[in-house]
């Protein structure tokens, strides 16, 4: 659930499911339990650690001819790896999983491109990350469910700050924190209305010549506090 402070348990809890997985000879199992261990290392921003799971579990994966997994642990892998400073290789490797799933609707797709948008926001190409999330709206239902329209409102919002859109910007974030405020949305991402602050505050910021960064201010400091305990902030939140 996105929940740094519970991340040590659910490492705990992959590592003894690992163990059972293995002495029964449990490949599918394996697979899941190693994609968990990693998400966990992840959310506590082991970077290596996480990324050793998701390359043994693209490993099982593959040997089970599990393609649409391969396909998401290969976009989580890519992510991360962008995280971690091997940019161009993240980048490449999301590329790709895009490119593998021409047709196909699964979990990979909606990730990948969102994942591929942040990535072209943070290195100022924001006409192909609007298009990403254009293309993701256009083949994904799942961007109905009301915890990634969050999470696409809010990401749509944070390219018209970067581009100075600031009206845009703000009646987006606005849209997007009451989405983030539903108890689904903050179930299961915790820390997105204080994302969506952050957003905010970037368009404030640069709104009016700077004439609204006390507002920016106010935005930061209740997005601080709306944080979870631990909570390790990825590159597009910091």
Request: net charge negative; glycine share 8%.
């Amino acid at each position: 659930a996105n929940r740094t402070a519970w991340a040590g348990d659910a490492t705990r809890d992959a590592d003894e499911s690992l163990e059972i997985f293995h002495r029964l000879g449990d490949a599918f199992g394996t697979t899941e339990a190693l994609s968990a261990r990693g998400e966990a290392h992840e959310r506590r921003g082991a970077h290596r650690e996480a990324a050793a799971d998701y390359r043994a579990a693209i490993e099982h994966a593959e040997r089970l001819g599990a393609r649409a997994q391969v396909a998401v642990l290969r976009a989580r892998l890519g992510n991360l790896l962008m995280e971690a400073g091997e940019a161009e290789r993240g980048e490449r490797m999301l590329r790709d999983v895009i490119a593998s799933q021409d047709g196909v609707h699964n979990e990979a797709l909606p990730a990948a491109r969102l994942f591929l948008s942040c990535w072209l926001g943070l290195t100022d190409r924001t006409a192909e990350a609007r298009e990403q999330l254009r293309l993701l709206r256009e083949e994904v239902t799942i961007a109905h469910f009301i915890v990634f329209d969050t999470i696409i409102l809010c990401q749509k919002a944070w390219l018209d700050a970067l581009d100075e859109h600031t009206e845009e910007a703000l009646t987006g974030a606005r849209a997007a924190m009451r989405l983030a405020s539903d108890p689904l949305s903050e179930a299961v991402t915790p820390h997105m209305r204080s994302v969506v602050l952050t957003v905010a505050a970037l368009a404030l910021a640069r709104a009016d010549g700077g004439s609204r960064a006390a507002d920016a201010a106010r935005c930061l400091g209740a997005a601080d506090a709306l944080l979870p305990p631990g909570h390790v902030p990825s590159g597009v939140e910091r």
